[in-house]
């Protein structure tokens, strides 16, 4: 599966770390979003309070 370096933004289909820098890798795909979701409220709220804390951060 395809992955993203967090670091350098560089893709590989390496699971370790990226070989280009040695940074983490996540998966460069956004999660399925339903509505159906019995989550949904919970995965809203996180990602809101992450926002905030982003924003303030930036203060």
Same mark, same amino acid.
């Given at each position: 599966m395809?992955? &993203?370096?967090?670091?350098?933004g560089?893709y590989? !289909?390496?699971d /370790?770390?990226? +070989? ?5 890798l996540?998966? $460069?795909? +956004? $999660?399925?979003f339903?509505?159906?979701d +019995?989550?949904? /409220?919970i995965?809203?709220?996180a !990602?809101i309070?992450s926002k &905030? &804390? /982003? &924003?303030e951060a930036k203060?």
């Open positions: 395809l992955k &993203k370096c967090t670091k350098c560089n590989t !289909i390496s /370790e770390k990226c +070989p280009k820098c040695g940074g983490a996540k998966d $460069p795909h +956004p $999660p399925k339903s509505l159906n +019995p989550f949904l /409220e995965k809203l709220r !990602i309070l &905030k &804390k /982003e &924003k203060l």
